[in-house]
């Protein structure tokens, strides 16, 4: 089984890891990072680079396609040669998924079209425009489509399809080698939990953390 | 206030990249990936390579340190390079940190000697090799070292961090930027919640898991 996960510039890491690091614990799978052109891609904000092994032209079809959010996500809207892999990749695919406002990338791309799906909570009412019906779900199935809230989701969603593709005995088994008993040491996950104030300032500051016209 | 993330061949991304994602965020900081040489770094199964910006020579005395686990924590407990590069920064640090078997490094750079500390439930028992004593917490603090638990622990860790640092409303805004608001599809992420012949599974691939003698 290939996994094929997405990686542009200024990508948020967490996006695209939490997936690698449960779907890339499925017996007899092969995960790859495809990019435009191969090589060093940098995250959001700079400091960390994740390398394309291969380009998305290498890797036509995959059986997985995770595709991450980040700022960078919004100058890839319009970026047909992603697009186009997307809907090509798409065509073959067991499991097309996204994290974050990646889903808006596979929006874009035409996919969710009249499709339950999510994104980060910032982003979320953006997926109307592309005839997708927003939820406030973590992990949103529809079909072959995950899609999965914001950054830190991606683990939920991975190992969700963990279970899916290999069974709730090797999902648990995955959970228990990465020790995912989470205990945030807050409360503040969601809007709906945390501070208004604290939900105030990100709202304020949502062009910068998610870089621009997705949210306005 | 310089950060910076050691990596190693074979370390565990999510290791690295959940700390990465919360400290990250942290206003006037700076995350730098410091290996023995620089250049991209594999990670335990291959398939993804982080890039290690400067050498561990280049950065003598972050603010925070951070140190990974993964497969090949056990090569590195020989890296005479890196143990000395760790006391040396751990000499001006505000903060040691850890994740999974990466506290097995700080305690064999004889830093934990004495202290409360954690890391991969399957490892845990070998601090005492080292003087220190293991606890079942996900995130022990013991003055400025402050070591997680397995693998995913480091999202934790990292927002703990965050509050020490800069209070609890900017660590609240870090877990509601990245959505940190974990509904995992299974309760298996400890030795204790896990179905028994999950945990069995999993104690008899140790080696595999961990990488070999850390584990018996």
Known sequence: MQIAIV????????????????????????VVFVADRTGPVRSDNGSLALTADRTLRDVPAPDVVVVPGGPGQTPQMANETLLDWIRTADATSTWTTS???????????????????????LALEELRRFGAEPTGERVVTDGKYVTAAGVSSGVDMGLTLVGRISGDAVAQAVQLGIEYDPQPPYDAGSPQKAPAEVVALLRSRSRFILGGETTT
Chains 1, 2 share one sequence.
């Open 7 to 30: 990686l542009f510039d200024r990508f948020t890491a967490l996006d695209a890891v939490g997936p690698y690091e449960t779907l890339g614990r499925l017996p007899d799978s092969e």
């Open 99 to 121: 994290v974050c406002t990646g889903s808006l990338l596979l929006a874009a791309a035409g996919l969710l079209e009249g499709r339950r799906a999510t994104s980060h909570w």
